[in-house]
């Protein structure tokens, strides 16, 4: 059971905190509900504490969110093409249904990746793929600045200015990093500093 001023990850409405926990009759039946505010959406919420039919978990630790960010250079993924808009929804909504950090990065990443090949055809992204991929980046953007203690729109320039730091890191530490991650699929051959354990980054 969640307590108040809980942080937590409320369906497709992101990061809420817990205002209060009080008991409300809905429908003629008393039931114990939390009270809760997002963060970046106006209104209040009224979930049930044993709810089931909307997905709630806390907003992951400033640790986590480092070491997601840390990872992003080393995510793997492939660019979902498909000629049925139902389908490409149908995919890209599951992928925000699992609700996890490190789906939403392969797939704004994907989305990204996606926009950079249609450019280098003078073609444009798809609304599809930009409805979807700001829906992934507020999630997501969203729950890193919870995490991080900092506002949304500073999230993706201290994405920016940490792999720089951490990149640069890796090169002062480990003068060998540099020319062992010249090819691709060399790249995780780089020791990471600052995790240890045989972690590796990429330059």
């Known amino acids: ?112 990746q996606k926009k950079q090949a249609a450019l280098a055809q003078n073609r444009h992204l798809g609304q599809i793929d930009k409805k979807f991929m700001k829906r992934a980046e507020d999630l997501l953007f969203g729950e890193f600045a919870a995490a991080l203690h900092i506002s949304r729109e500073d999230v993706q320039e201290y994405i920016r200015k940490r792999q720089k730091l951490l990149s640069s890191l890796a090169q002062e530490q480990y003068p060998l990093c540099a020319e062992l991650a010249q090819q691709p699929e060399d790249r995780k051959k780089a020791p990471c500093p600052w995790k240890g354990g045989g972690a590796c980054v990429v330059l």
């Open 1 to 112: 059971m969640y307590q108040i001023d809980d942080l937590i990850m409320y369906g497709s409405t992101g990061v809420c905190r817990v205002s209060d926990i009080t008991e409300q009759v809905f429908n003629d039946e008393d039931k114990l509900y939390y009270v809760l505010e997002p963060l970046y959406q106006s209104g209040v919420i009224y979930a049930p504490v044993d709810n089931e039919k909307v997905f709630m978990r806390p907003v992951i630790s400033e640790e986590e969110a480092k070491s997601l960010i840390d990872d992003i250079p080393a995510i793997h993924t492939e660019i979902y093409r498909n000629s049925s808009m139902q389908q490409l929804t149908k995919y890209y909504q599951s992928v925000i249904d699992t609700h996890k950090c490190f789906d939403l990065l392969k797939l704004t990443k994907s989305i990204y």
